[in-house]
C-alpha cells in the first residue's frame, strides 16, 4: 500500500466552519507500508478560499508528530481555509492530502429578535430540602405555566442562487432553523447548554443549497431549554433569563462576487404555532390541529400569519462566540421490544435499553384525541410502570393532539428529552402496533473509538452499558444522569474522563466544557463549582443549602480542572489541554492552600493543638463539608427505606470521610498540576507544586496514617485514595494495603468504594500485588459490584450498586450514571491490555491479563496515530496474540511473570501474531494467601 494520509483535523474534528481558536492544531494520520513509512518530515500550507496563493506555508518541518499548529498563521474571523498537508517518510516517499476549516466571529453586528411573548413564571424550589429531592411541588398542570414556543420568520429576497451561503444562528432558548421549510441541519436543541450569563455558542450552517433566487423565508422555533426551562437538581426555572430571543447572520456570497448578509430586522414577525408548551424536563404538548402550514416557506399561507407580530430588535450585550465540536443529533433509533400489558392495566413501550432520547410515533385517529406518553427507566417487580425520578418538574410527559389526518400523521417532540426504556401510553386510538413507535436516542454526536470483546458475555455487556450510560450523558454538558438533573456535575466527569476518552471522540466536546469550567471558576474566585454550568438558583450565597448542604468547593469534584485536561492530554497527546488550563490549576490548587490554612476540621477548631500539629492541620485543605467518598456502598445502609431516608444516608460518606478526601485530592491536585507544568516546561512551576505537595504528603501522613495501616474512618475507599495518590509514607504503605485487603475481604470480597475512590480500587490491589483480589471484584457478582447490575438487567451503568434488588423491588434512584463506568478504563487497560504509556499512545503497553479469568480478547482504541487492535486467545499454559499498531506509534510487550513470548518485546507499526507461553507456574494468590 502507498503511503496515505487520513483523517485530517482541524482542532479534532473534520472540516469544521467555525473554530473559535484562530491558530487551530491541524492533524493526520499516517497510513501504509514500504520499505518504511515512517514520517520524518512535514509541511503545511493554508489557503484563504476567498484569496489567491498560500496565506501559510511551514516549509518542511523534521518530527514525526501528527499534528501541528501552524506558526505563526492567525486565521481571521468569518473566513474559510483550505490546507494540505505532505508528509515526508524514512524511505524518502511524499504523500500529501487536504481538507479545510473555518474560523467563527468574533464580533457580533446583529441584535437580538425578541419575539412578543409572556415571561416564562419562576417556578420551582430555591432550596434543596428533602422534600424537594423526594418530589411534590407546584400541582398546577403544566399548560397554566408554561408558554408556547415562538415561531419566528423572516421573508427576504436574493438576487441570485448564491455559490456559498453560511447561517450564524444562536439563542436564548433553544432553536430550530428552517430555510424556506428546511431544517438547515440535523441538530437538535442548539445550542446546548453553557453559562449563558458569561458567554453562547453560535452555531454555524452551511445553507448554500437552501437558497434560492428571489424570495427566501428563515424560519426560527423557539424554545425554553436550559436557559429559560427548568433545569438541574432543584428543577427551577428562568435560571438565566425569562425572555426568549434569537439573532442570526445570514451570509450569501452570489456568483458575481458580492455578498448579501441578512440579519434580524423589522421584517421579522412572530406568532405560535402547534407546540403548546415544551420544556426540557416536564416534556412538549403538540396540538397537531394547530399546524399553520408552509408558516416557514415563501409560498406559504400568508393569512395563516398575518396575526403575527414584529419582533423587538434588542442589543447583545453577551459576548457571543463559535460553537465547535459536535452537535447534538439523533444518533441512533431503536425499534419497541415489546408492549407490555402491566399488571396494572397499563400499556407500556418497552424499547429494550435504558437511553436518552424520545419516542417518535405514527398515529392514526380521530381529530382532537390526545396521546400522552409517560417515560421511565424501570418497571417495578411486579412488571408495574414505576417512575423512578423524583424530584420537582421532572414529569418526563409528552402530549400529542391529532389533526385527524386520514393518511395518519406522525410526531416526536422537537425542545425535550427523556432518560427512559419504558413509555406509559396512554389515550393511543386503536391498538398500537410496535411499528408505530421508535426511540430516538440524542446525544453530541461523538464518535465510539473502541470496541470490546471477549469470552465473558457478561463483561462485554458491562462495556456495552458504560457506553450507553457515556451516550445518554454527554449531551450538551457532560451530565450526572439524562432524567433526574441532568446537571455538569465535575465530580462525575472527573471520574469518568479516562474512560471517557478511551471510548468516544471527546476532544472537542470536552474542550468545549473545560473552557465553560474556566469561565465558572473566574467567577467563583479560583474555586471549580461543584456543577457547570453553575445554575444561579443554587448559586447565591445568600441562601445557603441551594445544593446540597451548602457545598462549594468539593474535593473530587472541583479538582476536575486537573484530573480532566490531564486524562485528555495522555489521551489525545495535544499538549494544549494542559497550556489552557494550567493557569485555572494554578487557581484551583492556590484555593485549596488557602482555604486549608485558613480554616480547620470543626472538631479541631477549639482544640489545643501543639504548634506542630497546628502547622500541619494549616496544611491540610480538611476544615470544609465536602461530598467525601460520595454514596460508599457501606455508607448507605440504613433502616426504612422512605426517599428521606434516602437522602439523609446520602450525607453519611460526607460527614465520615470529607476530612481525608479534602486533602487526598488536593495532593492529587497539586501532583498533576506539578506534572501539566514540567510537560510544558515550565519547570519553576512545577517544582515549586512538589514541593508543597510533599509537605503536605507529611502532614497528612502524620495527622491520618496510623502505625497499623487505618487511615481516618478505616474504610476502603480512603486507604485506595491514599495509595493511590502516594499520601502514605513508604514504610507504611505495606500495612495500609493488608489493611485495605483485610477490609475486603471483611466485606465478603465486595468493593465498598464510593464515587471519588473507585476509578482507582482495581490499579491499586493490582499494583500492590493482589491482583487475583481485583479480578475477584471485577467478577463479583452480588452487590454491590459491577456484573450484578448486569445480571439484574441493567442496559446502563447504575447510580446505586443495587438499585434493582434481589428480590425486584427497585429504588427510585437514577439508572443511568455513568461514574461507576469508570472501570471500563481499567479494563481495557489490564484486561484487553492496551494502555497508553506515553501521551497520544506514542508508546503503548500491550499488557493482556493471560492469567485471568478471560479466555480471549478483542479490543481496539482508536488514537490520534490511528487504530490500536489486540486480540487473544489463552489455551492453557499457552496463548495466541495479534497486534495491530498505526504508523507512529511503538508497543511495549509486557507479560505477567511467568510468560514468555516468542517475539521481540517493542514492537513497531504493522501487524503481529505471537506466541506466549506460561515457563514456570501461577503464582499463588497473594490475597487468599494472607
Ligand atoms: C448527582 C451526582 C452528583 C452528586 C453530588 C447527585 O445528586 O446525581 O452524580 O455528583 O449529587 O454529590
Redesign the pocket.
Known amino acids: 500500500m502507498p503511503v496515505q494520509l487520513t483523517d485530517l483535523r482541524a482542532d479534532h474534528l473534520v472540516a469544521p466552519l467555525a473554530l473559535r481558536r484562530t491558530t487551530p492544531r491541524l492533524s493526520w494520520r499516517v497510513e501504509g507500508d514500504g520499505v518504511d513509512p515512517t514520517p520524518r518530515a512535514h509541511r503545511l500550507t493554508i489557503r484563504d478560499r476567498a484569496g489567491i496563493g498560500p496565506v501559510h506555508d511551514s516549509g518542511w518541518i523534521e518530527g514525526s508528530s501528527p499534528a501541528a499548529e501552524p506558526a505563526g498563521f492567525r486565521g481571521e474571523p468569518g473566513h474559510e481555509y483550505d490546507w494540505e498537508v505532505a508528509v515526508r517518510t524514512a524511505d524518502g516517499r511524499v504523500a500529501t492530502a487536504a481538507s479545510r476549516f473555518g474560523i467563527g466571529l468574533t464580533d457580533w453586528d446583529a441584535p437580538w429578535a425578541e419575539p412578543e411573548q409572556e415571561r416564562v413564571r419562576e417556578d420551582g424550589p430555591l432550596l434543596l430540602t428533602p422534600e424537594a429531592f423526594a418530589g411534590g411541588g407546584d400541582a398546577t398542570p403544566p399548560g397554566e405555566r408554561l408558554h408556547p414556543p415562538r415561531h419566528l420568520r423572516q421573508r427576504f429576497d436574493l438576487p441570485a442562487s448564491p455559490v456559498s451561503a453560511r447561517l450564524r444562528i444562536t439563542s436564548q432558548g433553544v432553536h430550530h432553523p428552517t430555510l424556506n421549510g428546511r431544517p438547515v441541519s440535523d441538530e437538535v436543541l442548539a445550542p446546548g447548554y453553557e453559562s449563558y450569563q458569561h458567554e453562547i455558542s453560535v452555531m454555524t450552517h452551511d445553507v448554500t443549497d437552501l437558497l434560492t433566487a428571489g424570495t427566501n423565508v428563515l424560519g426560527v422555533v423557539l424554545g425554553d431549554g436550559w436557559f429559560a426551562g427548568r433545569i438541574s ?1 432543584l428543577g427551577r426555572s428562568a435560571q438565566y433569563g425569562d425572555v426568549l430571543r434569537a439573532t442570526w447572520r445570514l451570509e450569501a456570497d452570489l456568483p458575481d462576487g458580492s455578498r448579501v448578509v441578512v440579519r434580524p430586522d423589522e421584517s421579522v414577525r412572530s406568532g405560535r404555532g402547534p407546540i403548546d408548551w415544551s420544556d426540557i424536563f416536564i416534556g412538549e404538548r403538540h396540538d397537531a390541529r394547530a399546524a399553520i402550514d408552509g408558516w416557514d416557506r415563501p409560498d406559504g399561507d400568508e393569512d395563516a400569519v398575518a396575526s403575527w407580530t414584529p419582533c423587538a430588535l434588542v442589543p447583545v450585550e453577551v459576548p457571543l462566540v463559535p460553537f465547535v465540536g459536535e452537535p447534538i443529533r439523533r444518533v441512533r433509533e431503536l425499534p419497541v421490544q415489546q408492549i407490555l400489558t402491566t399488571p396494572s392495566g397499563d400499556t407500556v413501550l418497552d424499547f429494550g435499553q435504558v437511553i436518552a432520547g424520545r419516542v417518535r410515533l405514527r398515529v392514526r385517529g380521530e381529530r382532537g384525541t390526545v396521546i400522552r406518553l409517560e417515560h421511565a427507566e424501570v418497571v417495578d417487580a411486579h412488571g408495574d410502570f414505576l417512575d423512578n425520578i423524583l424530584g420537582v418538574n421532572k414529569d418526563q410527559a409528552d402530549e400529542y393532539v391529532l389533526s385527524g389526518d386520514a393518511d395518519g400523521e406522525e410526531w416526536e417532540p422537537l425542545f425535550t428529552f427523556h432518560g427512559f426504556r419504558y413509555v406509559r401510553l396512554t389515550g393511543y386510538p386503536g391498538v398500537p402496533d410496535p411499528a408505530d413507535f421508535t426511540a430516538v436516542v440524542i446525544a453530541n454526536d461523538l464518535e465510539q473509538t473502541a470496541s470490546f470483546s471477549s469470552s465473558n458475555r457478561r463483561l462485554d455487556r458491562l462495556v456495552e452499558n458504560t457506553i450507553w450510560s457515556q451516550r445518554a450523558n454527554f449531551l450538551a454538558v457532560p451530565t ?2 439524562p432524567q ?2 441532568r ?1 455538569g ?1 465535575t ?2 466527569l472527573q471520574i469518568f474522563a479516562p474512560t471517557a476518552a478511551t471510548l468516544m471522540g471527546v476532544a472537542a466536546f470536552l474542550d468545549r466544557w473545560l473552557a465553560n469550567v474556566r469561565t465558572d471558576q473566574r467567577a467563583h474566585d479560583g474555586v471549580v463549582p ?1 456543577i457547570v454550568p453553575m445554575p444561579p438558583a443554587m448559586d447565591d450565597p445568600e441562601r445557603p443549602n441551594a445544593g ?1 448542604m451548602d457545598i462549594r468547593a ?1 474535593a473530587g ?1 472541583g479538582d476536575a480542572i486537573t484530573i480532566a485536561p490531564w486524562a485528555l492530554y495522555r489521551h489525545y497527546g495535544d499538549p494544549r489541554f494542559l497550556r489552557d488550563n494550567l493557569d485555572a490549576m494554578a487557581a484551583w490548587v492556590a484555593h485549596q492552600t488557602a482555604d486549608a490554612a485558613a480554616v480547620l476540621p470543626a472538631h479541631l477548631a477549639e482544640a489545643d493543638l501543639s504548634p506542630e500539629r497546628l502547622a500541619r492541620q494549616r496544611l491540610l485543605w480538611n476544615g470544609r463539608m465536602n ?1 467525601g467518598d ?1 454514596l460508599a456502598p457501606s455508607t448507605l445502609v440504613r433502616e426504612g427505606s422512605s426517599e428521606l431516608d434516602e437522602f439523609n444516608a446520602m450525607m453519611v460518606a460526607p460527614a465520615l470521610t470529607a476530612e481525608l478526601t479534602g486533602p487526598l485530592f488536593q495532593i492529587r491536585s497539586l501532583d498533576l498540576y506539578a506534572a501539566a507544568a514540567e510537560a510544558l516546561g515550565e519547570n519553576d512551576r512545577a517544582a515549586e507544586a512538589r514541593a508543597h505537595a510533599a509537605e503536605v504528603r507529611a502532614a497528612f501522613a502524620a495527622e491520618y496514617v496510623e502505625e497499623d495501616g487505618r487511615i481516618g474512618p478505616d474504610l476502603q475507599g480512603i486507604a485506595v485514595l491514599a495509595l493511590a495518590f502516594d499520601a502514605v509514607p513508604d514504610r507504611l504503605r505495606p500495612r495500609v494495603v493488608d489493611r485495605l485487603v483485610s477490609l475486603v475481604h471483611a466485606a465478603g470480597d465486595h468493593l465498598d468504594t464510593g ?1 471519588v475512590s473507585v476509578p482507582f480500587l482495581l490499579d491499586v490491589l493490582w499494583d500492590n500485588g493482589h491482583a487475583d483480589l481485583a479480578r475477584t471484584l471485577l467478577l463479583q457478582d452480588s452487590a454491590p459490584s459491577w456484573l450484578y447490575e448486569v445480571d439484574h438487567g441493567a442496559t446502563t451503568i447504575w ?1 446505586s450498586w443495587h438499585a434493582v434488588h434481589e428480590d425486584g423491588t427497585v429504588d427510585r434512584v ?1 439508572m443511568n ?1 455513568y ?1 461507576f463506568g469508570c472501570v471500563v478504563d481499567w479494563i481495557v487497560r489490564r484486561q484487553a491490555g492496551i494502555a497508553a504509556v506515553e501521551p497520544g499512545y506514542a508508546v503503548t503497553a500491550l499488557q493482556p491479563d493471560l492469567d485471568g479469568p478471560l479466555d480471549h480478547c478483542r479490543a481496539h482504541v482508536d488514537t490520534v496515530r490511528g487504530r490500536i487492535e489486540i486480540d487473544w486467545r489463552r489455551e492453557e499454559d499457552s496463548a495466541e496474540i495479534a497486534v495491530r499498531l498505526p504508523i507512529g506509534v511503538e508497543g511495549r510487550l509486557s507479560l505477567a511473570d511467568g510468560w514468555t513470548a516468542d517475539g521481540p518485546a517493542v514492537l513497531s507499526a504493522g501487524h503481529h501474531r505471537l506466541r506466549a507461553t506460561r515457563t514456570s507456574p501461577l503464582p499463588a494468590d497473594e490475597s487468599t494467601a494472607s
Open positions: 437538581i450526572d444522569c433526574r438533573e446537571a456535575w465530580g462525575d461543584i446540597l468539593a469534584w461530598f460520595w464515587f447510580e437514577s450514571h461514574a
